[in-house]
Nanobody, 113 residues
Framework: VQLQASGGGLVQAGGSLRLSCAGS????????MAWYRQAPGKQREFVAL???????NYAESVKGRFTVSRDNAKNTLYLQMNSLKPDDTAVYYC????????WGQGTLVTVSS
């Protein structure tokens, strides 16, 4: 498995979760990494981007609420999610951008109202 996302769970609206994505050094040293999500019945969509020099970009729907970061020493990408909404319910995945690796199982985030 090249990338493994974890940290999902059930949380009430307004709550927070922190997702992690562990990978190999060869990926994290050169790649722009991103979080994506797929809600039930919807297509997978971009959530947040982190460049290998720390630059970030976010989907409009999560700006101001989510923060993407990485720890290159640990080959890990993070997504801090605050002020969660029911619309954030989805399976969250990490991948390069553009996505070039297998998607893996992702991690399920469920936000209850």
């Amino acid at each position: 498995v090249q990338l493994q996302a974890s940290g999902g769970g059930l949380v009430q609206a307004g709550g927070s979760l922190r997702l992690s994505c562990a990978g190999s050094r060869s990926i994290f040293s050169i790649a722009f990494m991103a979080w994506y999500r797929q809600a039930p019945g919807k297509q997978r969509e971009f959530v947040a981007l982190n460049t290998n020099t720390g630059g970030t970009n976010y989907a409009e729907s999560v700006k101001g609420r989510f923060t993407v970061s990485r720890d290159n020493a640990k080959n890990t990408l993070y997504l801090q999610m605050n002020s969660l909404k029911p619309d954030d319910t989805a399976v969250y995945y990490c991948n390069t951008i553009p996505a070039s690796l297998s998607w893996g199982q992702g991690t399920l985030v469920t936000v209850s109202s």
